[in-house]
């Protein structure tokens, strides 16, 4: 059931859809003149695809004997609504008409879903390094083996992204999310046929599937959020969205020392409980692709706010989804975040990685302990995270916010090495509580900043190059990382990670915040608008996009 959308004040009254028939233009034309070019004929159109109007800024401004000037790349153009046949008035002198936008209950229901499967997928990921030394000794295999199990989902990643978001862009939400859970649930199959000391191949194919699910996973939560949440909670879903993915690490910490003890001298037994976790979570992704296929739609029935009506509006048909690369790879802010994204999550995925032998380094015979460092790591980063998203659907301050948590971040890993081999266990569970607060926090901080910076580029392109740049980063930075742990120790690997999470807060302090999509939802329309296909491929009927006379006034 939908409601109307209380934040912006959007929706109209049943019964009474937006007239339709007005043209952005630019806002000082005089109104009689361009009414008269219009009825002549000009056709009314909507913004459309990377741009590009229907009816080009030329075509308009020749009719009006203005001179053809196209716009700047980030130039904003001030817009107002004209009549376009003879005897309307113009819109707003009787009352505002705007988009239809409205919040659809079901909403709740695609995140939770989400949410979920990507906990599973996100536990598979981490479940074999927590206990690397127990795998280590089933499969006969080097630490080396054991730290490709999660590197895969890193390498799988980089080159699947591209056709991954090409898939999202062009066939839409519910086929890739479909991709993600399906996958998923394959992979964890697979792994139960592989406990047995000989089948490490096995366990490791299962892997794969598993690191090609997630390539369909990174990148919807800021497409989720965008596509079924309002203005003023879009943040907070992206954060909760990408909250699942981290309980699902969180729960991968904690529940495989407890599953699969330490019984290296009972092979059987240590075969029986390795098969017990394996089930488990075949069965839980099972459950979870099912209520995939029956709930998870591709997009509500009105869009919930402006900004994603001004989009779903567009001319889907023409979307070059090329293009849209490029003008991602020629946004200098966005190439920035882009860096600083990749090294701040690559850090994390190393230390997470790694943790497990850092921690039985220094306290030998702590593997439940170690996992419990890495829960207490999470959690507080999940915690992070919600107060995060909570703070920049409040404030909107994404450039303030992004640099203070990437500083912070960087001072507790600071910390965090410096108190490693004290003695004191617990002074490792409070430093490590402190990093994760501030480095799991920073995710969906970049996400929600990459959607605001490239606005109207797909969400699901921008969120997808950001996820290559980490797993890349992961690899190299968990690849170096352990070899200077191995040839060095841990306060080596970690002072590495310090120097670069260093030249990350420099260069997150020279982006430039240029906050598009909050400055459409607010009301001060953007002249570089182009189509993404979020809607299904038979939901592709035209329609028109107005603009508010509170949108008109405030411009």
């Given at each position: 059931m939908a409601r109307p959308d209380d934040e912006?004040?959007?929706?109209?009254?049943?019964?009474?859809?937006?007239?339709?028939g007005y043209l952005l233009v630019p806002g000082d034309a005089p109104a009689d003149k361009v009414s008269a070019e219009l009825q002549n004929g000009l056709k009314a159109g909507c913004l459309a695809?990377?741009?590009?109007?229907?009816?080009?800024?030329?075509?308009?401004?020749?009719?009006?004997?203005?001179?053809?000037?196209?716009?700047?790349?980030?130039?904003?153009?001030?817009?107002?609504?004209?009549?376009a046949g003879p005897g309307e008035k113009t819109p707003g002198a009787e009352g505002a008409q705007v988009a239809r936008?409205?919040?659809?209950a079901r909403r709740f229901v695609v995140l939770l879903i989400f949410s979920l499967y990507s906990l599973v997928n996100a536990?598979?990921?981490?479940?074999?390094?927590?206990?690397?030394?127990?795998?280590?000794?089933?499969?006969?295999?080097?630490?080396?083996?054991?730290?490709?199990?999660?590197?895969?989902?890193m390498l799988a990643y980089v080159p699947l992204i591209f056709p991954a978001?090409?898939?999202?862009?062009?066939?839409?939400?519910?086929?890739?999310?479909?991709?993600?859970?399906?996958?998923?649930?394959?992979?964890?199959?697979?792994?139960?046929?592989?406990?047995?000391?000989?089948?490490?191949?096995?366990?490791?194919?299962?892997?794969?599937?598993?690191?090609?699910?997630?390539?369909?996973i990174l990148g919807l939560p800021s497409r989720i959020a965008s596509v079924w949440f309002g203005p003023k909670e879009v943040s907070t879903a992206c954060a909760t969205a990408v909250l699942g993915n981290q309980l699902g690490t969180a729960v991968g910490f904690l529940l495989p020392p407890v599953l699969v003890p330490n019984t290296q001298n009972n092979t059987d037994l240590l075969a029986c409980n390795i098969s017990t976790m394996f089930y488990g979570t075949s069965a839980v992704a099972t459950l979870l692709f099912i209520l995939t296929v029956i709930a998870f739609k591709e997009k509500p029935r009105y869009p919930p706010s402006q900004a994603q009506a001004a989009i779903q509006d567009s001319s889907p048909e023409k979307y070059s989804y090329k293009k849209s690369i490029r003008n991602l790879f020629k946004n200098i802010p966005f190439v920035l975040l882009l860096i600083t994204y990749g090294i701040m999550t690559g850090a994390f995925y190393s230390v997470s990685t790694l943790l497990n032998q850092m921690i039985l380094t220094y306290?030998?015979?702590?593997?439940?302990?170690?996992?419990?460092?890495?829960?207490?790591?999470?959690?507080?980063?999940?915690?992070?995270?919600?107060?995060?998203?909570?703070?920049?659907?409040?404030?909107?301050?994404?450039?303030?916010?992004?640099?203070?948590?990437y500083i912070l971040s960087f001072v507790g890993m600071v910390i965090f090495t410096c108190t490693l081999d004290l003695g004191y266990i617990i002074i490792v569970f409070i430093t490590g509580?402190?990093?994760?607060?501030?480095?799991?926090?920073y995710l969906p901080l970049g996400f929600e900043f990459a959607v605001e910076i490239t606005y109207p580029e797909s969400e699901g392109t921008s969120s997808g190059l950001l996820n290559a740049a980490a797993q890349t980063f992961g690899i190299l930075f968990t690849l170096v990382q352990g070899m200077l742990t191995s040839?060095?120790?841990?306060?080596?690997?970690?002072?590495?990670?310090?120097?670069?999470?260093?030249?990350?807060?420099?260069?997150?302090?020279?982006?430039?915040?240029?906050?598009r999509r909050h400055n459409i939802n607010i009301g001060i329309a953007n002249g570089d608008i182009k189509a993404v296909p979020v809607d299904s491929p038979t939901d592709q009927e035209s329609k028109t996009i107005m603009m508010s006379k509170s949108s008109e006034s405030a411009i």
């Open positions: 912006e004040g959007a929706a109209v009254a049943a019964g009474h859809p937006p007239a339709k695809l990377n741009g590009v109007p229907r009816d080009s800024p030329a075509a308009v401004l020749g009719a009006l004997g203005r001179p053809q000037s196209p716009p700047g790349p980030e130039e904003e153009t001030q817009v107002r609504l004209l009549p936008t409205a919040l659809s536990f598979q990921w981490i479940q074999y390094s927590i206990i690397s030394n127990i795998f280590e000794g089933f499969y006969s295999v080097s630490s080396l083996h054991i730290d490709w199990l999660s590197m895969v989902y978001t090409w898939l999202l862009d062009t066939r839409g939400l519910r086929v890739t999310a479909l991709l993600g859970s399906g996958l998923n649930c394959l992979g964890a199959w697979v792994k139960c046929c592989s406990v047995q000391q000989h089948l490490f191949w096995v366990t490791m194919l299962g892997q794969c599937l598993c690191s090609v699910a997630q390539v369909f306290y030998e015979g702590e593997e439940v302990n170690a996992g419990r460092i890495g829960l207490t790591l999470v959690v507080a980063g999940m915690v992070g995270s919600i107060l995060c998203g909570l703070w920049l659907d409040y404030t909107k301050t994404y450039k303030q916010t992004t640099l203070t948590v509580g402190v990093l994760g607060f501030f480095m799991t926090g040839n060095y120790g841990p306060k080596a690997g970690n002072i590495f990670l310090c120097v670069w999470m260093f030249i990350g807060s420099i260069l997150t302090a020279l982006i430039k915040s240029d906050l």
